[in-house]
C-alpha cells in the first residue's frame, strides 16, 4: 500500500506539473517541466528502500523551443493530462480493492 501512496504522490506531482505547464503556455523563456517519478519508485522499491516520490523526479524539458523561447505544446499536455488522470483512478482503484481486503477481513474476525 506505500507503493500506491507514492504513486499516487507521483502522479498527483504530475498534474501540478502539467497545470503549471499550461498556465505558463503564453510566458516568454518557460521551459515545460517532466515528471518521472516511475524511474525514482522503481529504483526505490529495487533497492528495498520505503517507496517515497519527491520533487528530484521533476525536471525540464529538452523538447524544442519556440521562437519566445517557450516549449509548452498543448497537445502534449493534454495527452499527458489524460494518461495521469487515468492512471491516478486505475491506482485508486487498486489501493481501493486494498481496503476492500481489509475492511472483509475485519468484518469476518
Do not use: C, W
Given at each position: ?13 504530475r498534474q501540478r506539473v502539467t497545470a503549471d505547464n499550461v ?25 528495498g528502500e520505503t517507496a517515497v516520490v519527491g520533487q528530484s523526479?521533476?525536471?525540464q524539458s529538452l523538447d524544442p523551443t519556440r521562437t519566445d ?41
Open positions: 500500500m506505500t507503493t500506491l501512496h507514492a504513486a499516487l504522490a507521483g502522479l498527483a506531482q498556465a505558463n503556455i503564453d510566458t516568454p523563456g518557460f521551459l515545460a517541466g517532466r515528471t518521472d517519478f516511475e524511474s525514482a519508485l522503481k529504483n526505490e522499491i529495487a533497492g523526479a521533476v525536471s523561447g517557450n516549449n509548452v505544446n498543448l497537445d502534449t499536455e493534454t495527452m499527458i493530462a489524460t494518461e495521469t488522470g487515468l492512471r491516478y483512478q486505475l491506482a485508486i482503484n487498486a489501493l481501493d480493492g486494498k481496503y476492500s481486503l481489509l475492511r472483509s477481513a475485519l468484518r469476518t474476525s
